[in-house]
């Protein structure tokens, strides 16, 4: 089994800066791909970010540009840096891990002000 413990959400204005982190306990070492999806109010949770375990990464296109995506294998933990903020960047953003089965962390409330 694979826990997963995110951190770093809050409020923000548009423009500003966030960093998602997100520690990963328990099975680790079947983890083959760590990312982050967001949901907001009423839409369907999309992905944002992806990190494979060999460091190949994958982002939304409404993301690209402004956010990145990094693991540190030492500390277990992955982490997710969102640049240049705007209010549709608003979610919950929930930590993801595929192992044999996929794992979701609890979600973090990202809200960007205008």
């Known amino acids: 089994q694979v826990q997963l413990v995110e951190s770093g959400g809050g409020l923000v204005q548009a423009g500003g800066s966030m960093r998602l982190s997100c520690a990963a306990s328990g099975g680790i070492f079947s983890i083959n791909a760590m990312g982050w999806y967001r949901q907001a109010p009423g839409k369907q949770r999309e992905l944002v970010a992806t990190i494979t375990k060999g460091g190949t990464t994958n982002f939304a296109n409404s993301v690209k540009g402004r956010f990145t995506i990094s693991r540190d294998n030492a500390k277990n933990t992955v982490y997710l840096q969102m640049n240049n903020l705007k209010p549709e960047d608003t979610a919950v953003y929930y930590c993801?891990?595929?192992?044999?089965?996929?794992?979701w962390g609890q979600g973090t409330q990202v809200t960007v002000s205008s």
């Open positions: 993801n891990a595929e192992a044999r089965n996929s794992y």
